[in-house]
């Protein structure tokens, strides 16, 4: 499983762009690029999800370059709701069978977002 | 669906006790995960099932830890005997294998265990 690494901590203001980047040298063609944000005393919720280039969607927009070696988050306008912990994921899809499913988390980057 | 549900939300308990957490998954998905989730550990993957088979246990921390999915609607995570350093959040998540997509897992609540 790739392993990746990311920033412990941000911090921000509210209305602006916050960028988060993963690195993942050893990313397996197969993989994918998934982050997860969690909230004090919840559990983690799926934001996003790549395998390359560019995904949007209305939480979030994801940038993979071409060699996929890192990956960037992008909030747009974030605001004091966006304080979490954001994980970055990488590894084998469930395409191939029951044992390539595991999804295992880092340590993730706490965002702080202040007014 | 009402999502991953997971019962008790709270549980405090002796040392020496068995504790037994719960976790219904989102109807239709095929994968079963648990978590604990600690300060100093961070998110740890204990065990998942595909199909209600267990595929990888290599992450529960010692025999004193088990689980089991008896059906698609239902999975316990059992700790018995239960010691201190067991307190956590213990998380539950399900999936569904999509082909051509990544891993798209949603979490339930969780349940926080206290042992003293």
């Known amino acids: 499983l790739a392993k990746t690494t990311q920033p412990i901590s941000m911090d921000s203001y509210e209305g602006q762009e916050v960028n988060i980047t993963c690195s993942h040298n050893?990313?397996?063609?197969?993989?994918?690029i998934t982050w997860y944000q969690q909230f004090p005393s919840q559990g983690p919720r799926f934001i996003i999800q790549g395998y390359k280039t560019k995904v949007t969607n209305e939480v979030a927009s994801l940038f993979i370059p071409a060699d996929r070696k890192s990956s960037t988050l992008s909030l747009p306008r974030v605001s004091l709701s966006d304080t979490a912990v954001y994980y970055c994921l990488v590894g084998i899809t469930m395409n191939y069978g029951g044992s390539q499913g595991n999804l295992i988390f880092g340590k993730g980057t706490k965002l702080s977002v202040k007014p | 669906d009402a999502g991953v549900i997971q019962s008790p939300r709270h549980e405090v308990t002796e040392m020496g006790q068995e504790v037994t957490l719960r976790c219904k998954p989102i109807?239709?998905?095929?994968?079963l995960f648990w978590y604990r989730q600690t300060m100093m550990r961070g998110l740890e993957l204990l065990i998942y099932?595909?199909?209600?088979?267990?595929?990888?246990d290599s992450g529960m921390p010692e025999d004193r830890f088990s689980a089991k999915m008896p059906n698609a609607s239902f999975s316990t995570l059992k700790i018995q005997p239960s010691e201190p350093r067991d307190s956590a959040v213990y998380f539950c998540?399900?999936?569904?294998?999509?082909?051509?997509?990544?891993?798209?897992?949603?979490f339930g609540q969780g349940t926080r265990l206290t042992v003293v």
């Open positions: 050893n990313i397996a063609t197969n993989d994918y």
């Open positions: 998540a399900s999936s569904f294998r999509d082909r051509g997509r990544g891993t798209e897992a949603f």
């Open positions: 099932f595909n199909n209600n088979v267990p595929i990888d």
């Open positions: 109807s239709g998905h095929d994968y």
